[in-house]
């Protein structure tokens, strides 16, 4: 067989690799028009090579992040360098359908890119190649265990009754917010909760009850905060809530709305009304509290006094002098 017969054949071979093979491939000259578009392409995008060949890419394709990837392509015309673009930074660059059998149902193709300057025998780089991999299976596998982790990770900081922080994440939180403090000097109040005479709840309408009335107060309180505050359920019917940037004044205006609120409610149960209130201490931070664990006590005395003078009332917090 000849030289020039071997070298065609080559040719063929190359020609028949870059149309059938498994991975998008694209050749741009300088000014974005397309001089290669293989069968991966044509697959996808509906468009055969033929009928796209010199067309502006741009032109053809309306729906590209123009600017975004002209940015990108000239990058690689001007250092010379391959670039590459995952499907974490962008999920896609074109917009083409998903196939395949296992994650079926993504909407879309993910696609990790690889812009490739392409040199003439000059040494010139004249043109740029765009290598389009389908990384779908990758990416959602990827997404939906970070989902599940998402999931797991906020059942583990979740009361399961109420649906606020369980004791041991409000505690982590109410920590950082002491550090804020420390650092900072903002203001912030921590807030206790009870339940009045929970017991009697608990011994007259049973303890299904008893939850149905905790979950009820979970839920008034969860509404009357602002996205900066957070609460959580602290023991078995009692609460605790850090106010950010708030004082004592304008803690005790929040939780006589609140005491207030839960005081005309209503929890219905086996078409028996139950009518609850609670008591609250308040502890707005101060330079005499020296740690997070005496913010805390401050707030825990205020609401023993509450309970001490009669419940459904709130207590503020003050040192001794």
Known sequence: MSTDQNAMNELHWLIDMVQTIE?????????????????????????????????NLFDTFSDLPKEWLTQKMESVFLLKNRSFISWEQRPYVFEFKNYRPITGRADHMYQNITLLPLASLTGN????????YDVTDVAINKLQ????????????????????FNR????????????????????GSMIMIDIDNFKQINDKYGHPAGDKVIQSIAHILKQSLRETDFAGRYGGEEFAVVLTNTNADESKYFTERLRKKVETSQVVYKNQIIKVTISIGVNALSEQTKNSASWLAGADKAL?????????QTSVFKEES
């Not at 974005?32 to 796209?52: D, T």
């Not at 797991?152 to 399961?160: H, R």
């Not at 023993?304 to 459904?312: A, H, L, M």
Request: net charge positive; hydrophobic share 30%.
């Open 23 to 55: 991975v998008g491939l694209v050749v741009l000259d300088r000014n974005y028009n397309i001089q290669l578009w293989n069968g991966f392409m044509e697959n996808h995008s509906g468009v055969s090579p033929n009928g796209i060949k010199g067309k």
């Open 125 to 132: 780089i004249t043109h740029i190649s765009i290598i389009i």
């Open 145 to 164: 265990l970070k989902s599940a982790n998402e999931q797991l990770e906020k059942l583990s900081q979740t009361d399961s009754l109420t649906q606020l």
């Open 168 to 187: 041991r994440h409000w505690q982590a939180c109410f920590e950082k917010e002491y550090e804020r403090y420390a650092r900072y000097g903002e203001s």
């Open 304 to 312: 023993y006094q509450s309970k001490e003078n009669g419940r459904n």
